[in-house]
């Protein structure tokens, strides 16, 4: 694939790029079939860009402003959570450096070194996250750059953040019972990493929810009773 910012801009006129436009907005029949078809896969049932949301919309990844010759063109629509499609907005190309800010699922290949990682610690009885990315040894600095500007635009860090925590307090119950009577810390460091692990096989070393399992895992405040801070008051009926 040529990179977004060596394509020429279609000779279009300003009524047919209105016609594309339309194509993808308008309810037509071959365009709610295609919207259908798209986003009816189990496979991406996830958002490709965040991995946390529920793809329920489709995002252009090359905007329909700037491109409308790719409105309704199936590899340029990818279905995706509303909060990554709105954060994404018409935005390709970092306009300092000409380069483009989000990865596509499908043609960037998403190295498995490992580049993402997560801080777990205790304060004051809470727990504090901090997820944030690391250039790994062997990584070019433009590969990293890129990865970067995802997940910043992307507002990863603070949702990654937040939905962490909101994981945690439903997986709450597993961390008292693996601790049990005995108050086996080690035994609550063993359960997270085997979730560490099922997640690694699934969605690779990169998961997010693989790289919190292992930075708790490693918190030994965490596991010895300080798992407390996640519990969820139940919510009276
Ligand atoms: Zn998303």
Redesign the pocket.
């Known amino acids: 694939m040529p990179e977004i910012g060596e394509l020429d801009e279609a000779q279009l006129t300003d009524l047919q790029k209105e016609a594309m436009r339309h194509a993808f907005t308008v309810e037509t029949g071959p365009m709610t079939a295609l919207r259908g078809d798209l986003l009816k896969r189990i496979s991406v049932a996830r958002?490709?860009?965040?991995?946390?949301?529920e793809?329920s919309t489709l995002d252009h990844y090359l905007p329909k402003e700037k491109h409308p010759e790719f409105s309704v063109f199936p590899i340029n629509l990818v279905p995706?959570?509303?909060?990554?499609?709105t954060r994404k907005r018409d935005r390709i190309l970092d306009e300092g450096t000409n380069v483009r800010m989000f990865l596509h699922p499908c043609y960037d290949v998403i190295p498995d070194m490992a580049f993402l990682a997560v801080r777990a610690r205790m304060e004051a009885d809470a727990l504090i996250l901090s997820y944030r990315l690391t250039r790994p040894a062997g990584m070019m600095v433009q590969t990293f750059q890129h990865l970067r500007s995802h997940f910043n635009e992307?507002d990863l860090a603070d949702r990654y953040r937040r939905m962490g925590l909101e994981h945690l307090g439903g997986q709450y119950p597993a961390l008292p019972r693996a601790y049990g009577a005995g108050e086996d810390a080690a035994r609550v460091a063993e359960k997270l990493i085997e979730g560490a692990e099922d997640f690694e096989e699934v969605s690779g070393p990169n998961y997010w929810l693989a790289k919190l399992y292992r930075a708790l895992a490693d918190n030994n405040d965490f596991c010895d009773g300080g798992f407390e801070a996640v519990r969820v008051q139940a919510q009276p009926h």
């Open positions: 958002c490709p860009f965040c991995g946390i949301g793809s995706s959570c509303a909060v990554c499609n992307l």
